[in-house]
């Protein structure tokens, strides 16, 4: 059986400032204006970020007033630490009885 990750939710992950915002929300529930002050992003280039985030179901949100904060989602994170723990378990296993194939 083959192990998969999901790319989808890597690419959203592997910019650098959702990286930012997500490893900042792991730490407390914040407001845009927090994430602005922490990240030095300007707020309309944050809050397309955190939709996008948002719709990878990454964070969620609560309203609070006029302002919304947002708070981490870690079973998936969860979810993806696991598809990579499976794919090492896999490597680790097929290195230690590893055949190679014949090449043609």
């Known amino acids: 059986m083959l192990t998969s990750v999901d790319t989808d939710l890597m690419r959203v ?4 400032l959702r990286l930012r915002i997500v490893t900042l929300l792991a730490h407390e ?7 602005v002050d922490e990240t030095g992003a300007r707020q309309t280039n944050l809050s397309n970020h955190l939709r996008v985030l948002r719709e990878a179901g990454v ?10 904060y947002y708070r ?8 993806l630490a696991g598809s990579f ?6 490597a ?5 009885t590893d055949t190679k194939r014949s090449c043609p």
């Open 85 to 90: 723990a499976a794919l090492a378990a896999t």
């Open 72 to 79: 981490l989602r870690p079973e998936v994170l969860e979810t």
């Open 13 to 16: 992950l592997s910019d650098p």
């Open 29 to 35: 529930t914040l407001c845009t204006t927090h994430l």
């Open 59 to 68: 964070v969620e949100t609560e309203p609070c007033g006029r302002f919304t």
């Open 92 to 96: 680790r296993n097929t290195a230690a």
